[in-house]
């Protein structure tokens, strides 16, 4: 079943408000198993709405409008909507007495133009809006379905799960379950991912497994997006597949789904009774920050200190761990974190870059890792701090921390 | 002129990723005084492309299409694009050349796929993307100039302003010059700076001046888009519209234009030869991240201390003052900024808050600020921030510290 997102108004369309709440429908949907196949902005238009509704009524077999069942002259969905129906506006007398009562609970009158909210297409299905004055509605214009939701995001978001789109999964006569299986990595480009995994889709078992990638400099997401009848479909067909890729990834894979990396490395300091400080210089606080922000840290960060000139030695390998050595020994933390870095001269450019000394100390002793990052100041900061990150948590695993990574340079 | 915008990828389609890209192009193009008539979304996925090129190029005079120039086999960008043209796919030597020296640059060799990001339509022109290796290109579909810009948002946003709006302009016959004249403040919401610039818009000179606002917590920003003649035209309409809006402002305004709250500070620090130290708790490295990163920030910036359990005395203006105070003997810095915070017990939730309290020690003695802020862990962390650097500006600006602001709880 195709189905399309509409979003309504001069906010959106104009980009000073963030459409959020276009991302959180498509998520929604995609989650639910409706495939989305494409999102409409138009303004709070005649013109645009009427054009926009009569090209989704030829493409799509439906349509999710959002936004414009307010009560003010720039609400245009229910009037537009009447007319690619070719039908009159038509009072629902139960939700004008729906209204009315609201606001009488409330001690209140109802303003008069919030009448406008009460005037449906002829023939439209009401969709209930049990928390706002802007009910919904569904109407047919084409061959398509048009299922009409508020703009305030909290009514939308129940509208949406309660009323929507099981209509939607009726109407698609879904039954099925899709996953969405995502691996993030640190070290690895889109490119070099795309090459690793060759040949992954070829593994699925009787479906298709799409696979995708998302840059987030400077972690890489490799997703797997799969359909199955039911839960156990679903883990018979991934299984296989994300093992392969977890392999083939290997010890660049930082976390999984939710997971993140600060929160694996929060996560095994805590189960093994650790605790951590951190010294810095160019990252600036940005390591520190990415732990000690975290839910629980405060039994596992104990400190991090911050400065900008380099300790005796400048930044080399020997510095570094005796940095994170005088670290663990003066904070009483079991692990420290040393990331010290040498700067090139000059101003922001492109090729601008930094050597990056790493020094971790612990129980079992010291390990350092030297690299070079090139890319400009912020480029180059992001990518210190998590390789200092990683290699954390290459220590705390028990992996090599210095496996060599496509951002280093010579 | 009728102006599109065409975002691609399935990581925007299904709401997996905020299309952010969308709401800046849509806010440059508008505040250039282009309309934008529409926007849509479509997936990686040949048809759907192929379709809302043709569809755009039936409707608008230009379309900005975003997303699908990266080197992998889901970015379908330019191959539509030729399709869509009826032309094939030509090597673009001056860019493959581009590429591959850019790599060397590096003292990497180019990967193979990479190639892929030199094929464009023939025929196409090409737009240069000074800091990537996805180069942007235009071609005509239909009656409709399509421009084609990466995904990546500081290559795209790079290449908005330095080479596609220009050729829009010029495009839509636009003449004239604009300017966005604009003010960062902290502390007052969008409903109250309305308010404080109530009939800005009607002190103009002979000319438009359109006033907007956009809310990045936990900064606000103002904007005066005005259009004129040439500079000097757009100065005689802009001057006294802008002093008057900085005077309502007033305290409030932390930054202007490319400014930012933590340059401000690291300039006057560093023009009165003065030195800064940093103590954070929950904020974690966040505070002294926003100075220590900064170009010249080795001559001002002296150490940052983070640690997450409090000073005895916990979370008091008392203790903030001691612990500045301290730090400023203790690090030898001239000024010692301390941002202390007590946190509400249990889990995340949306009144999450924090009792924060600001000591900042200088040669000229010691002043304190408290305050309660609400929102949830990460609205209250990069709240508090905030907070800390702005006494730390109104202090070296002599202003009030401890003006209210509406983000505060009582």
Known sequence: ?????????????????????????????????????????????????????????????????????????????????????????????????????????????????????????????????????????????????FLFTPGVPREMRRML??????????????????????????????????????????????????????????????KLAVRGDDADDLARKLTPVETEVRRRLGNFVVAEDEQTLEGILLAKLDADGHTLSVAETFTGGTIAARIASLPGAETVFKSGTITRTLPAGGASE???A???????????ASHALAVLMHLDDGADRPDFGAAICIGIADPHGTVTRQARLAGGRDWVRIGAAELG????????????????IDFERR
């Open 389 to 404: 990150l990683d290699c954390l948590r290459r220590r705390l695993l028990g992996l090599p921390v210095d496996e060599r």
């Open 161 to 222: 799960d309660e009323q929507v789109i099981p209509r939607l999964l009726k109407l698609g006569g879904i039954t099925g379950v899709t996953r969405l299986k995502r691996f993030h990595t640190f070290g690895i480009g889109e490119s070099r991912a795309d090459e690793m995994l060759a040949g992954i889709p070829g593994l699925a078992i009787d479906s298709e497994i799409k696979l995708g990638f998302q840059a987030h400099y400077p972690q890489l997401e490799t």
């Open 322 to 332: 005796r940095t994170a050595g005088d670290l663990r020994r003066e904070s009483g």
């Open 1 to 145: 079943m195709r189905v399309e997102i509409l979003c309504t108004g001069d906010e959106i369309l104009t980009g000073k408000t963030i459409n959020t709440n276009y991302s959180h429908i498509a998520r929604r949907l995609t989650e639910v198993g409706l495939d989305v196949q494409r999102g409409t902005t138009v303004g709070d238009d005649r013109a645009s709405l009427l054009a926009a509704f009569r090209e989704a009524g030829a493409r799509a077999d439906a349509v999710i409008v959002n936004g414009g069942l307010g009560p003010t002259v720039d609400d245009l969905s229910q009037e537009v909507a009447a007319e690619a129906c070719g039908v009159p506006l038509i009072l629902n007398e139960h939700w004008l007495t729906r209204m009315t009562e609201s606001y009488a609970r409330r001690g209140r009158v109802m303003p008069t133009n919030n009448k406008k909210q009460a005037m449906l297409p002829e023939g439209a299905e009401l969709i209930d809006n049990p928390i706002g004055t802007a009910c919904g509605f569904a109407v047919t214009i084409g061959k398509t379905r």
């Open 318 to 320: 020997e510095t570094a």
